[in-house]
T-cell receptor, first 116, second 114 residues
């Protein structure tokens, strides 16, 4: 168990719909990352937050948005869904508030989104 | 920005043989190089990492080497076993005070044939 919690684990929805994926980082971790992994593909970096602020942006579509809340949990919103958005979405966290910054990235179990 | 290239994309070895996966990076400021193993349908998990002030690190059957001058690092798995079959991702990272940045390679699918 990495300590990173993602919900829901599975989600099936239709094209044109909107969904929200939720992530709770490891206790005390300040940085949250979102990755998209399509079938047999690599880890596509979407966006990173650090202590509530957007820190870096990757190949995130305009239909997607995210935020990190004061309690450090994060949400990824996907709207106007298309078939190609079907993927495994991973959240990861890093950088403990009090601990030495070891650099390690801890992944959640992922949210599998299927768009029909 | 950083660019990480990973080779090969697929690798098949006989059980007991060694496997080597290579990555190159472009940003000399990267100072942390982790390797992640991802089994089918599971989350990536850290298996070994190395910092820029170290040339080699070993943990039982796995080892990582880093050549800062050439900007490349490699994962070596010896005495491979069927349970080593997975996708392996390398990454180059900058450890920063305001949130580390990670750049992943495209992954290597390793199959160990019993």
């Amino acid at each position: 168990d990495s300590g990173v919690t993602q919900t829901p684990k599975h989600l099936i929805t239709a094209t044109g719909q909107r969904v929200t994926l939720r992530c709770s980082p490891r206790s005390g971790d300040l940085s949250v990352y979102w990755y998209q992994q399509s079938l047999d593909q690599g880890l596509q970096f979407l966006i990173q937050y650090y202590n509530g602020e957007e820190r870096a942006k990757g190949n995130i579509l305009e239909r997607f948005s995210a935020q990190q809340f004061p309690d450090l949990h994060s949400e990824l919103n996907l709207s106007s869904l298309e078939l190609g958005d079907s993927a495994l979405y991973f959240c990861a966290s890093s950088v403990g508030r009090q601990a030495v910054n070891t650099g390690e990235l801890f992944f959640g179990e992922g949210s599998r989104l299927t768009v029909l | 920005g950083e660019n990480v290239e990973q080779h090969p994309s697929t690798l098949s070895v006989q059980e007991g043989d060694s496997a080597v996966i290579k990555c190159t990076y472009s940003d000399s400021a990267s100072n942390y190089f982790p390797w992640y193993k991802q089994e089918l349908g599971k989350r990536p998990q850290l298996i070994i990492d190395i910092r820029s002030n170290v040339g080699e690190k070993k943990d039982q059957r796995i080892a990582v080497t880093l050549n800062k001058t050439a900007k490349h690092f490699s994962l070596h798995i010896t005495e491979t076993q069927p349970e080593d079959s997975a996708v392996y991702f390398c990454a180059a990272s900058k450890i920063l005070g305001t949130g580390n940045q990670f750049y992943f390679g495209t992954g290597t699918s390793l199959t160990v044939i019993p």
